[in-house]
């Protein structure tokens, strides 16, 4: 089993905190650490170049 790693900062995700989503324009799985998500920290989608925060 592969260990899931934040978008942004490459993190392990931990299983309280984190979550995934689809990049909103090309479905990709986007994964957020706790910190990230609370920060605001911005990520870019590897695979279609999107920003978000």
Excluded: D, H, W
């Amino acid at each position: 089993m592969a260990i899931k790693k934040c978008t942004s900062c490459n993190a392990p995700l931990a299983e309280v905190g984190g979550t995934s989503f689809g990049c909103p324009q090309c479905e990709y799985e986007i994964k957020r650490c706790e910190r990230c998500r609370e920060q605001s920290i911005p990520y870019m989608c590897p695979q279609c170049g999107f920003q978000g925060p």
